[in-house]
């Protein structure tokens, strides 16, 4: 009788933590669709300086991307890890999750969350300044794989808060197709966004190729580099180049709300998939 109202509780509290997410996640969706809806007219001064931009930047930052993804996913995790303090880290969660399994109220849940948040701070900071100091000097497309450096150390941060791992293909799959949503507009959101939602609740799947990885580099790359590509332009001019170096914690942010939800959500899913 005991386990059982211990059980009732935690899903419960899981249940209501779930409805919180899928608040939050209405929110992004209208978010996104109403700048759609607004479309290119909004922004008058950005379509004019698109139209400044030479025709094979979006090429060539879309290669960039996806080199920079190819570069930090395959070099750059054991350099990432460095500056992660991923045992601690590790303990931590163990420590929360602990509590969440013997007290099982939506308060150990929140402080989780809480808990996975708290390094964006900081990691906003580091962006901000590695931004800016690179736009002074008209550095624009050098930057990326710095800034995809950021992003993805946030992410293995998350991942780590809550109990996952990030290095294997199929984690990074999710990985890539959770970034290629959070900077997708529209439509394209919604359909990226159930693609993750799919991933979160499908049975662990170890038949993914580095085929498959390639693919989801290239879609994450194309995202990335329509979203950015005035902001990098900028960055790229010098003296001017300040503006488009702001944008970086912008997106880094961005990126790592959504993200946040998404292991947040996985983590309660698994926690009612073991009840």
Not at 51 to 67: D, H
Not at 94 to 107: H, S
Not at 160 to 187: C, N, R, V, W
Request: contains cysteine; hydrophobic residues 40%.
């Amino acid at each position: 009788m005991f386990f059982q109202r211990e059980s009732s509780r935690i899903k419960t509290s899981c249940e209501k933590e779930l409805r919180y997410i899928a608040k939050q996640e209405e929110r992004l969706k209208k978010a996104v669709l109403r700048k759609a809806a607004y479309g290119p007219s909004v922004f008058v001064w950005k379509e004019k300086l698109e139209q400044k931009i030479p025709a094979k930047l979006y090429e060539n930052l879309r290669t960039a991307f996806g080199k920079a993804f190819s570069i930090v996913f395959e070099q750059g995790t054991g350099v990432i890890e460095k500056t992660i303090p991923k045992e601690n880290l590790i303990k931590d969660y163990e420590v929360q999750n602990y509590a969440v399994e013997l007290k099982g109220t939506r308060r150990e849940l929140k402080q989780l969350r809480r808990k996975a948040s708290e390094s964006e701070v900081r990691d906003i900071a580091v962006t901000s300044a590695e931004g800016i100091g690179l736009g002074v000097l008209g550095i624009g497309l050098p930057d990326i794989v710095i800034f995809i450096g950021f992003i993805l150390r946030g992410i293995y941060e998350t991942a780590l808060h809550y109990g996952f791992t990030y290095d294997t293909p199929e984690e990074k799959l999710l990985i890539l197709k959770m970034m290629e949503a959070s900077m997708s507009q529209g439509e394209e959101w919604i359909k990226t966004n159930n693609e993750v939602d799919m991933f979160l609740v499908k049975s662990k799947n170890t038949d993914h190729t580095e085929a498959d990885l390639f693919l989801q580099i290239g879609k994450t790359a194309d995202v990335f580099a329509l979203d950015m590509l005035l902001a990098k332009f900028i960055q790229g001019l010098p003296l001017i180049g300040i503006l488009g170096g702001i944008g970086n914690p912008v997106y880094y942010s961005k990126v790592m709300r959504y993200v946040q939800l998404k292991y947040h959500k996985r983590y309660l899913l698994e926690i009612l998939k073991n009840k």
